[in-house]
């Protein structure tokens, strides 16, 4: 499946930025005011518009050519959500969303540094390195950056991987947040983000967050993830204003319905 | 029967995400919480969003904004 382009500058949007939410309830109201309401969850959708300015000759290029690929709205293509953490069940290590070595044992939650209770102690009882990771169906090409809160009661290292690059970073007494920012194998149609520990090694780890571009911003915590798969333009005109030589404003509606 | 309209400017990312998370764990207008009145501190025990629509704007890093109604239901 094809997937919305990043610019040159490795972001997907520019700012600002408007996403809308749209859920589905049926009510029924009775003739003394009372309601009656049933959640209809396969109707829910989700809106972006993308507003883009200052875009060079071939960043305009590369968005037409994908908006002629994609054919307007008629076909879908995996959307990274520019305003929200890629992994999904950021606060809650125990989901199935996380694949964890056999030997790495996780509890919680405990103290976070935003004074809440969403951190998790890591332990690894192993004799070799343990670690729990996300695969993401997200092209390798793409620059991602993972982050993540850590400390150690014992100062140790702790190894932040992204497809094949790796990064060794300290844990100490303090919480520091870890970054890694790469893109990886340009072939790659999934991407592995994890967080390896060493042999005996114990850490508490806050908020895990993947975004779409080189830099993390404030930690959001996730559920269901930000990558949607089969998303769509909502219309099928391109619109584009060119404002200067090699500068060019465009504006985009991305939607993704449950249901689709 | 009680109303509110909620207007947060200057969110950060993650209060934004706050947000967002609440309004779909409660499935938009569906699900019912408990309300804390912010001029007097009353809690009102059945509370709903009153639309199925959340708008979230970020204009510039660290500053979304966006609006919610909170209406109290007939019991």
Redesign the interface.
């Known amino acids: 499946m094809m997937t919305y382009p990043q610019l040159s500058t490795a972001a997907f949007t520019q700012l600002p930025v408007r996403k809308r939410r749209r859920t589905r309830t049926v009510v029924n109201t009775t003739a003394d005011g009372r309601k009656t309401k049933l959640a209809d969850i396969p109707g829910q959708t989700t809106e972006w518009q993308l507003r883009y300015t200052g875009l060079s000759d071939s960043e305009l290029t590369k968005l037409q050519n994908f908006f002629a690929a994609a054919g307007g709205s008629l076909t879908g293509f995996t959307f990274l959500d520019p305003c929200g953490n890629l992994l999904a069940w950021s606060d809650d290590l125990t989901q199935p969303a996380w694949q964890k070595d056999p030997l790495l044992s996780v509890a919680g939650p405990v103290g976070d540094p935003t004074d809440g209770a969403n951190a998790w102690h890591v332990v690894n009882a192993g004799a070799g390195s343990q670690g729990l990771s996300q695969t993401l169906n997200v092209p390798g090409v793409y620059v991602y950056c993972l982050s993540v809160y850590l400390r150690a009661e014992t100062a140790t290292s702790v190894t932040l991987s992204l497809g094949a690059t790796k990064k060794m970073v300290p844990a100490g007494s303090g919480w520091s947040r870890a970054t890694l920012s790469a893109s990886t194998d340009a072939s790659a149609t999934s991407v592995m983000f994890g967080i390896q520990l060493p042999a005996g090694a114990a850490i508490d780890l806050f908020g895990p967050q993947v975004e779409p571009q080189a830099a993390p911003s404030a930690y959001q915590c996730s559920t269901t993830g930000g990558v949607y798969e089969n998303a769509r333009f909502r219309d099928d005109t391109f619109t584009c204003t060119t404002t200067d030589v090699n500068r060019h404003s465009v504006t985009l509606s991305i939607l993704y319905a449950n249901h689709l | 029967m009680h109303r509110w309209v909620i207007r947060l400017d200057e969110l ?3 209060e ?3 947000i ?2 609440f ?2 764990n409660n ?4 699900g019912a919480f408990n309300f804390v009145d912010p001029w007097d501190g009353t809690s009102y025990a059945n509370c709903s969003l009153a639309a ?11 500053r979304g904004q966006t609006r919610l109604t909170i209406v109290e ?3």
């Open positions: 950060d990312e993650a934004l995400g706050q967002e998370i309004f779909l499935q938009g207008q569906f199925d629509e959340l708008d979230l704007l970020t204009t510039e890093p660290m239901n007939r019991i």
